[in-house]
């Protein structure tokens, strides 16, 4: 039997690489036997013939090579490779084929090479040849196609000993399958096989990690087996795909619980949806695999290396077994997204609406006597206390919350005893004033200074105005702040009585300026207000720093009770 084409091309390759260099190295003698004697050049001239007529020879050689290449990749047939027979008696075949990957060089062609600076590889005969470069394996897949259904799995490593049950240690033969889903496609594979020897070689080329890359497609399961050869073999395992109609009834099953979707998420397959009626998982005879190999058993080694490996893609993905069977994940998951939907707005239509609470419209509009309103509690006698807040750091004064819900109180309490709300007419300067005066003690403490200067702030006051309308409310309230700051003209009357009353106690004679009556010193100050009452105010002599003094009084003469003696007056 001939050498294989493969192998004669490449040694085609590596005889056309020497006389290449043998050609280069003969150049390289010539150029440096030029510079010698004419007789050097005649050895150069008869260099240059042999070199002529090798180089002739190396181009026939090129046309050989040409011709062995073109056959030299083709997949084998059965006559050309019987080394990979059936049975055991193929391992020998595939070993004796090794003996025709070199053939012997013609002594003729073997020539001493002087090295030189193109060629620092060129070794004279019994030199140490340079270490060869180490092979790196190349996998055959194509992973950059992979889409919705193609999906590529790089090679698996060496699968972990199984643990043992016994005292005996542990079971070295390795475990392909761990879940119940990939133990069930390991006994489709191995009921269905007809030669246990093949199984037996299919697991230990599984084991030694000669499947490449594994690619997934609808019904079929693509991997190259590397064999004894050294050129892997092209095996596919075919498994039949579902119809729509059995893809119908896998799904309506699917979304009937929860339970199902919730396991395929997390990479599981519930007993219950592979024994739905539709055939998930193969039989015995579902599997229907082909190599490229000559070998015709069913299965081959290869094809069995393969089926091994592809259980533990299974184990560790069900929707592989899925793509297997026609549809890819997200083509699944989409679908079951939409029947989950469909039928909860299915259930929710049939549902029966629950009753709303409440009466017909004809029943509430009817005329009816309603029952009378039950008697209104009394009113307490005055607003209780509030709670007493704790102080915090960097919170809101305890005094300040006190007295703004004792405020809200006497409110709340006036609105339910009067009807009304009289502190809801005051403008916000008004009610600032209120507050400020309803602040019990008298002196500007650094409390009352600091929620006076709160106040006017929010007013838009200075706390002095403030401080100045404080007195005036709690001299008389609303009409007393009025005093204050709005003079006016009253009428003849009561004022215009008011000087003589005055020089009838002895007192000097006030100047008049529209409601205010001054005392010539300019020390003391009576102003009538509108609820015909009159305020007494007092300042220092010539400064026109008026403040309220006293009680409102009718009498002028009384409203200055108090103020000092008749002499200072």
């Known amino acids: 039997m001939g050498p294989r084409p ?8 590596r005889a056309a690489r020497g006389e290449a260099r043998r050609a ?80 012997p060089i013609a002594s003729d062609e073997v020539e001493t090479l002087v090295p030189s600076a193109e060629h620092p590889h060129a070794t004279t005969p019994g030199a140490t040849p340079p270490p060869p470069l180490p092979r790196v394996p190349h996998s055959m897949a194509a992973p950059s196609r992979d889409g919705e259904l193609r999906r590529t799995f790089p090679a698996f490593p060496s699968p972990a000993p199984r643990a043992s049950s016994s005292d005996a240690g542990p079971d070295t033969s390795p475990r392909f399958a761990e879940t119940w889903w990939g133990n069930a496609w390991i006994a489709a594979l191995e009921q269905g096989a007809l030669d246990p020897k093949r199984l037996a070689r299919g697991r230990s080329y599984a084991e030694q990690g000669h499947v490449d890359a594994i690619t997934v497609t609808p019904g079929v399961v693509l991997a190259y087996v590397q064999g004894s050869r050294p050129r892997p073999y092209r095996v596919q395992v075919r ?48 599997l229907d695999p082909h190599c490229s190999c000559p070998d015709r058993g069913h299965p081959c080694k290869h094809a069995a290396a393969l089926c091994y490996q592809t259980a533990r893609l299974l184990d560790a993905d069900p929707f592989v077994l899925l793509l297997l069977r026609g549809r890819g994940e997200r083509e699944l998951l989409d679908a079951l997204s939409r029947l989950n939907a469909a039928r909860a707005a299915r259930a929710a239509q049939e549902r029966e609406p629950a009753p709303l609470p409440g009466v017909r419209a004809t029943e509430a509009l009817a005329a009816r006597r309603l029952p009378p309103l039950p008697p209104p509690l009394p009113a307490p006698a005055h ?12 919170g809101p004064d305890p005094f300040a919350l006190d007295q703004l819900a004792t405020d809200a109180a006497a409110r709340a309490h006036a609105l339910l005893t009067t009807g009304r709300d009289p502190v809801g007419e ?32 929010a007013a838009q006051r200075t706390p002095s105005e403030l401080a100045r309308a404080v007195a005036a409310w709690r001299q008389g309230g609303l009409e007393g702040l009025a ?87």
């Open 483 to 569: 005093v204050l700051e709005e003079p006016w003209d009253p009428p003849a009357g009561r004022f215009d009585r008011a000087r003589p009353l005055l020089l009838a106690a002895d007192l000097p004679a006030f100047r008049p300026w529209r409601n205010h009556l001054s005392h010539p010193r300019g020390h003391v100050q009576l102003r009538f207000g509108r609820d015909g009452l009159w305020y007494a105010y007092e300042s220092e002599p010539g400064d026109e720093d008026w403040w309220p003094r006293g009680t409102p009084d009718l009498d002028p003469v009384g409203a200055l009770t108090g103020l000092g003696t008749p002499n200072d007056l």
């Open 383 to 394: 607003p209780e206390q509030p709670p007493a807040y704790p102080a915090a750091p960097g």
């Open 239 to 286: 498994l039949r795909t579902l119809d729509d109609a059995e893809w119908a009834r896998f799904l309506d099953v699917a979304v009937e619980r929860p339970g199902h979707i919730a396991a395929l998420l997390d990479r599981e397959l519930p007993h219950s949806l592979a024994d739905c009626g539709v055939p998930l998982l193969p039989g015995p005879r579902d």
């Open 24 to 103: 280069r190295a003969d150049e390289a003698v010539v150029r440096g036997a030029g510079r010698g004697s004419g007789a050097g050049r005649g050895v150069a001239a008869r260099r240059t013939s042999v070199g002529g007529a090798r180089g002739r020879g190396t181009g026939g050689r090129a046309l050989e090579l040409r011709e062995l290449l073109a056959n030299a990749f083709r997949m084998p047939t059965g006559a050309e490779e019987p080394g990979e027979g059936a049975g055991d008696s193929n391992a020998d075949s595939e070993q004796g084929a090794a003996s025709h990957r070199t053939a």
């Open 426 to 457: 005051l403008t916000l300067w008004q009610d600032a004033v209120r507050l400020a005066a309803a602040r019990p003690g008298s002196g500007l403490t650094a409390g009352t200074r600091a929620l006076y200067a709160s106040l006017a702030s």
């Open 6 to 13: 493969g192998d004669a091309a490449r040694e085609a390759l």
